[in-house]
């Protein structure tokens, strides 16, 4: 780059912050009617990518700060090895349900390129609100191992990542995790919370858990090929949980029993697939069959001569931006998730699939 | 068996509910339609109701399942605050509520909600709460049958939920209890005051008790006085007749307002429970000063408004709202000063006023600090005092915490003005706060007790506010005596002048 090279003075963003909202509050008409500015903690969103990756930022935000209300941080990473850096303040603004007065929260955007990124931690320390929480969140997780984004994830308290946009790369990703900050979450495992608290939920009722007893295999449907990782967390977490050990293949032990279990292929003729990431679960005892699913709107049973069939309803999947909201809120350890990670990741590695199609 | 449930870290920070059927009593009143309803469509449409949940309704109307459902649509349609209705979700929804028409004093509905129960759960064990909505004198009639009927035992947990008021004084307070007691164990008997569970009733507890910084602050050293205000713009709004039996102490003083003065100024509890948290409610409502009849006229102060124009509308006073006789001697405001006899808060006055058509609808609690030692700024102000510090505890609207403080302003010399330090949970928090009901509900369900009154509360709360009502009830005032838009009598503002204090003005 020939040109002088473009420069952010954090100093420079933060007075204009102010001034944003000085020319606010002018506009405002009283007390109660007026803006309220509203910041419970940093949020820096990293994208890569060129003007639509914002919009597309931007829209997501706008859905995300009405749970927790902060100051945003949208770091656009382009094409090319330009070193500027630009930055820009501006605000979004609603009316909440029923309220006189708008809530607005500020967003500052850091336009970059990967080898400007290098200049980002110095601009995000400073813009970072003192005393609240900062969250990153950066869906494709190779961008935190650019110089820059690496040292800015440290700054954060929170590290989200989606291991479901990786695809196969997740193998290389994943082992990764450990080096983007503290506190990592995956919106791969908390989309699976809907049928973690299903299962929870079921197996909560004493009577319910006999099947447990003599539980025979698990298996959980998805796509072909490979696993969503949705699935490998489910599973892992499933047999973990149940305090099962991979042996090999298909087959995992404990003490005193074995059981087999591992992923199906969803077919092409399965009944309204709701998502093929995890399309239904079933718990096969030797009279038994417990199918979680979201298809299901009403728990049904099924009674035949030799066996019955349980089908338990899974609420909906949550879109991201409720999940990323949650995300928010959580300043804790996500152990459970810690805990079944490594399960997780050989499982993904080495899936096993069930030749056999059919529960009996 | 597997003895416990494997999977159980899924439910973490989420309140078990287990497959439960709620009957409620009094289904085709407002309080049904306005509050629980809604609070379970929203529970439904969050995933917090367990997969087998059924509602049976009851009162005497001739509904179906199916005109029940539809009425229940459509009256959904007005109360459901800040969520639309999916009718695809309502349709799952709708399939849990079922109706049974019938006299609460006839056996047979009874054995016919029995009957239904069974048939809806098919034998599988379902806790089971029964929510008394009805009118108050119903509440004897219904627990006696639910114990006549054996509809108080089964193969899961029963519980009754009893709404406000539990008695109309100590006396009917204590012949019901009588009742309760008879046909559940107190550990089964949920009294509801929605107060306590309102998001900001609740914050109280985690603003005192986990932040190191104004506990110490908390007690007779440094708290000069406490006021506590519920107020209302409106006036009876068609519940005239109602109300005239009711009056503003037995309305609000006697449960919600005593709660929540309770909530502000009770010690520190163990541990988060509802053993310790409610044992140490009711130690306080139990060192409330009792007042002596003679006292009275002192400590309390009455009120009823009459008729104003308040900003260009003709407002009637209570006496011509409709249900109401002309010469009735009902309070529509009352105010009480109240002591706190105990270590921490010996000697500092509680003042407590509520009523209806004052100018604004607000509810809070106003903390107010004594003085610095030593006013080193009195050559300045014109030895005039200094503002005191506020702690405000914002219940409702607007709800958060402020803390009111002196500053310089800007320029030279040193003039003080005071200023505010703000917490609104809308700059924190920018998703809505639940519905009390959604949470009550959700605890009933889920058999925690710790946001519901105790008997033992409620016969302190009753013990405190006896000789006030007596001494109102043997005297005539000469009503009204404030109008409508105004904060109440002028006896009122006298009141606190003789200790040297005046209301705010919230």
Request: hydrophobic share 40%.
């Amino acid at each position: 780059m020939n040109a002088a090279r473009e420069v952010v003075q954090p100093e420079r963003l933060l007075t204009q912050l102010e001034s944003l909202w000085t020319e606010f509050g002018k506009s405002g008409d009283s007390a109660e009617s007026g803006l309220l500015r509203a910041c419970s903690l940093t949020w820096i969103t990293v994208v890569e990518g060129d003007d639509a990756s914002v919009t597309e930022a931007d829209a997501m935000l706008a859905d995300v700060m009405r749970m927790n209300p902060a100051r945003a941080i949208v770091v656009l990473l382009r094409q090319g090895d330009e070193r500027g850096l630009k930055g820009s303040v501006s605000a979004q603004c609603w009316r909440p349900f029923g309220s006189k007065r708008q809530v607005c929260i500020e967003r500052v955007l850091l336009d970059t390129t990967r080898a400007g990124a290098c200049d980002l931690p110095a601009v995000i320390r400073a813009l970072i609100v003192a005393d609240l929480p900062t969250v990153m969140f950066c869906r494709n997780a190779h961008l935190l191992t650019i110089p820059g984004v690496k040292e800015a994830s440290g700054l954060a308290d929170r590290v989200v990542v989606d291991m479901a946009w990786h695809g196969a790369e997740c193998r290389d990703v994943w082992p990764r995790m450990p080096e983007f900050g503290s506190l990592v979450s995956d919106l791969a495992w908390d989309r699976i919370r809907g049928y973690r608290g299903a299962m929870a939920q079921y197996f909560d009722t004493p009577a319910n858990r006999e099947l447990l007893k003599d539980l025979r295999s698990v298996r959980v449907v998805t796509r072909p090929e490979r696993p969503a990782p949705e699935a490998a967390y489910l599973l892992a977490w499933i047999l973990g949980s149940l305090g099962y050990q991979r042996a090999n293949g298909l087959e995992w032990r404990k003490a005193d029993a074995t059981v087999r279990a591992g992923f199906r292929a969803m077919r092409e003729d399965e009944p309204n697939p709701a998502d093929p990431r995890i399309h239904l679960v079933d718990f096969i005892g030797a009279r038994e069959t417990l199918r979680f699913t979201v298809a299901a709107r009403e728990l049904s049973v099924t009674e035949t001569a030799s066996a019955s069939e349980i089908v338990v309803p899974v609420p909906a999947l949550e879109p991201d931006t409720a999940l990323l909201s949650d995300e928010m809120m959580v300043e804790h350890r996500r152990r459970t998730f810690e805990k079944h990670l490594g399960a997780t990741v050989r499982l993904f590695e080495e899936p096993v699939y069930f030749a056999d199609e059919q529960p009996h | 068996m597997v003895d416990v449930n494997p999977f159980e870290d899924a439910l973490q920070g989420s309140r078990k509910i287990p497959p439960s059927v709620l009957v409620i009593f009094g289904a085709s009143g407002d309080l049904t339609k306005r509050k629980l309803v809604p609070a379970l469509y929203r529970l439904f449409h969050d995933g917090r109701l367990p997969n087998s949940f059924f509602v049976i309704g009851n009162s005497r109307t001739e509904f179906t399942d199916d005109t029940f459902r539809e009425k229940q649509r459509e009256e959904l349609g007005e109360f459901l605050k800040d969520l639309e209705i999916d009718e695809e979700e309502w349709g799952r929804f709708a399939k849990r509520l079922h109706y049974i028409p019938g006299n609460m004093k006839d056996p047979a509905l009874y054995n016919a909600i029995g009957a239904r129960i069974d048939e809806l759960t098919g034998g599988v064990p379902h806790e089971v709460c029964f929510y008394l909505s009805t009118q108050p004198s119903f509440y004897p009639v219904a627990v006696d049958m639910l114990r006549e009927t054996g509809l108080n035992k089964g193969n899961a947990q029963r519980r009754v939920v009893v709404e406000k008021p539990i008695g109309h004084d100590l006396d009917s307070a204590r012949e019901l209890e009588r009742h309760l007691e008879a046909a559940f164990d107190e550990s089964d008997i949920y009294r509801i005051d929605h107060y306590l569970g309102k998001e900001t009733v609740q914050n109280i507890l985690a603003f005192r008790f986990a932040n190191g910084i104004f506990e110490p602050l908390w007690n007779r050293r440094y708290v000069d006085h406490i006021q506590i205000t519920a107020a209302e713009s409106i006036g009876v709004e068609g519940r005239g007749a109602y109300y005239q039996e009711t009056g503003a102490l037995r309305d609000m003083v006697q449960n919600h307002m005593l709660q929540v003065m309770a909530t502000v100024m009770m010690e520190p509890y163990t541990r988060f429970g509802a053993g310790p948290v409610r044992d140490e409610r009711a130690k306080l409502l139990r060192s409330i000063r009792i007042f002596k009849p003679e006292e009275v006229p002192q400590h309390a102060v009455c009120g009823q408004y009459g008729p104003a124009r308040v900003g260009g509308e003709d407002l009637p006073g209570f006496r011509q709202e409709d249900g109401v006789t002309p010469d009735s001697q009902t309070r529509t405001y009352a105010a009480v000063n109240l002591f706190v006899d105990n270590w921490r808060w010996s000697g500092v006055p509680v003042y407590i006023r509520t009523g209806k058509r004052l100018p604004k609808r607000v509810t809070d609690v106003a903390i107010q600090f004594r003085a610095a030692p030593k006013n080193m700024f009195a050559t300045i102000a014109g030895d005039r005092d200094v503002a005191p510090n506020l702690m405000i505890l914002r219940i409702q609207p607007d709800e958060g915490i402020s803390l009111r403080f002196q500053s310089k302003r800007p320029g030279s010399g040193m003039q003080l003005r005071p200023v505010g330090m703000d917490f609104n949970y809308g700059t924190s928090f920018g998703t809505r706060t639940p519905e009390a009901y959604e949470t009550l509900l959700l605890d009933a369900l889920g058999g925690d007790p710790t946001l519901f009154i105790r008997k033992d509360m409620v016969e302190a709360s009753w013990q405190v506010i006896m000789p006030i009502l007596d001494s109102w009830q043997d005297n005539k005032f000469d009503f009204p005596n404030y109008d409508a838009g105004t904060w109440g009598p002028k006896e009122s503002d006298a009141m606190l002048a003789r200790h040297g204090h005046q209301w705010r003005r919230p």
